[in-house]
């Protein structure tokens, strides 16, 4: 498998799932870079998808020992909600996307929708984002996702150029 999270150790204190950070070429070159890490063992898998953001809102380049990436995410915004859906769409209730820079806000949902999309259990197909429990409208590649549609890997292709042909599976 690809991921590592389809062979999960129940029993372990910790699990490893695939972070994506930002590499900046310089003005408009960037790419997400999965980056492998440790996260606390959540009491269920039903909860991993709210550790994994927490994660990745806390998770500081330097300290995972990629100085070279940066967090497009602002550590100061918090989740409030992470709910998975019957249809595989996670919706993400977020305290405020405001902290984060204009210019970071693509990078920073790409980001967080490569991540979640990266785990396996439990399976997540597209991230719906809400901002204060309101659905909010979302930058994406091709201009702006509306509110409540749920984005999906395949919005933000060009981030992640060695994924773009590969089908997902």
Known sequence: PTSTQST???????????????????????????VPTEVPRPESTAELPRAVVEALLDA???????????????????????ALG?????????SDMGETESSFQRLAVAQLVYTLT???????????FLVDGEEVAVPVEAGVVP???????????????????????
């Not at 490893?16 to 960037?30: C, D, K, M, N, W």
């Not at 019957?86 to 977020?94: A, F, G, I």
């Not at 990266?118 to 719906?128: G, N, Q, S």
């Not at 509110?147 to 590969?166: H, K, M």
């Open 86 to 94: 019957d249809d595989d769409v996670l919706e993400l209730d977020l």
């Open 8 to 34: 999960l150790d129940v029993d372990a204190e910790t699990w490893t799932v695939t972070l994506f950070l930002v590499r900046a070429g310089g003005p408009g070159i960037e790419e997400l870079v999965a």
């Open 147 to 169: 509110a409540g549609t749920p984005v999906r890997p395949s919005d933000d292709p060009s981030l992640v150029p060695d994924r773009a042909s590969t089908p997902p599976g």
């Open 118 to 128: 990266e785990l396996t259990i439990p399976r997540i197909d597209a991230v719906r």
């Open 60 to 82: 500081r380049p330097s300290d995972l020992g990629q100085a070279d990436l940066v967090n497009a995410l602002s550590p100061s915004i918090e989740v409030r909600s992470a």
